[in-house]
């Protein structure tokens, strides 16, 4: 069978600037494909071009058999974009919001009241349904867009950082939502900079970053690149000068790579416990103070480490 989604060597310029620089990928009918990267990697562009809201400077996309430049309209009948701006008219209620989305998807009567009440039943909110959307949490809210995106029952639904802003409960109750949809049989490409949602959801991932798509693979594939590298994460105090401290970690006979981010220091190691007393004594030598400290087997994280140099964070 063929892919649902191949993205052939897309480009996006604005101006001087490549956003999007020949990204290629596929996706499978019945997967979750996580794009994975920081903010600023080219996740939101390429989602845009993807779901026909911008042309490609260069290449193609070929969705459910049609082509994003070439028959634009019967690319977004096979598609559902939960976006991620919020995409509702706040004085109306959710049931009024969807019946105005679902005409705008040519839908009417009878189905379209029918798919109402079940989306609003999909993302929970069916008690919640006569209620206007100004009232709503940020959680709710985006659980209402997710409602949009799914009223026709599209056979690949876009979800660009669909949990960004929101408080830890309406996140859980998003990821929920998507593993429930995936289990009655949607695909999902979905993008994120929070590497335990793509590590949560995925079967697949591309890694992102600056426009380019550096790697792409399961996770196992993908975490396999790092070898058996433990990430050794250091929680520091704000104020200390980290830079002497970091030379002396990287001149460490087994720390391989040392990334700095938000008061904290990254390293990947071969064994993060026979790390740790020579990290502690360089840190004492420097009078250098360290928080508190935390081990991670290999994740998308440090593959991202050691790609970049950098962490996903950033």
Same mark, same amino acid.
């Given at each position: 069978m063929p892919p649902i989604l191949q993205a052939q060597n897309l480009v996006k310029k604005f101006n001087d600037f490549t956003a999007v620089d020949d990204v290629s990928f596929t996706i499978q009918e019945g997967e979750v494909f996580s794009l994975l990267g920081p903010n600023g990697a080219g996740k939101t562009t390429t989602i845009s071009m993807l779901s026909c809201l911008l042309a490609p400077t260069e290449g193609d996309a070929i969705i459910a058999g049609h082509s994003v430049a070439k028959d634009p309209m019967a690319v977004k009948r096979a598609i559902g974009i939960v976006p991620q701006d919020i995409a509702l008219y706040e004085d109306l209620s959710a049931v009024e919001n969807l019946l105005f989305w679902g005409r705008m998807y040519g839908m009417s009567g009878g189905v379209l009241k029918? =798919? &109402? /009440? *079940? &989306?609003?039943?999909? $993302?929970? %909110?069916a008690d919640k349904a006569k209620q206007r959307v100004k009232t709503y949490s940020g959680g709710m809210k985006r659980r209402i867009n997710i409602a949009v995106g799914l009223l026709h029952k599209p056979r690949l639904l876009f979800m660009d950082e669909p949990t960004v802003g929101i408080d830890p409960q309406s996140r859980r109750n998003i990821l929920d939502s998507v593993k429930a949809l995936n289990q009655q049989g949607m695909t999902v490409l979905y993008t994120t900079h929070y590497m335990e949602e793509a590590q949560e959801l995925s079967q697949r991932v591309g890694i992102i970053d600056h426009g380019k798509l550096i790697a792409l693979g399961t996770q196992r594939e993908l975490t396999q690149m790092v070898g058996q590298l433990d990430a050794l994460r250091l929680h520091l105090p704000e104020g200390q000068e980290i830079g @002497?401290? $970091?030379? /002396?970690?990287q001149a460490l006979p087994d720390v391989r790579? !040392?990334?700095?981010? *938000?008061?904290? #220091? &990254? %390293? #990947? !190691? @071969?064994?993060?416990?026979?790390?740790? @007393?020579p990290v502690f004594t360089q840190a004492d030598r420097l009078g250098f103070k360290i928080r508190s400290v935390e081990i991670?087997? @290999?994740? %998308?994280? /440090? !593959?991202?480490?050691? #790609?970049?140099? =950098? /962490?996903?964070? *950033?």
């Open positions: 029918q =798919r &109402v /009440a *079940d &989306v609003l039943e999909e $993302v929970g %909110l @002497p401290f $970091v030379e /002396a970690l790579q !040392v990334t700095a981010a *938000d008061h904290e #220091l &990254v %390293l #990947l !190691v @071969p064994e993060a416990q026979e790390a740790i @007393p991670q087997e @290999p994740n %998308l994280e /440090a !593959v991202f480490l050691h #790609l970049t140099g =950098r /962490a996903l964070r *950033d």
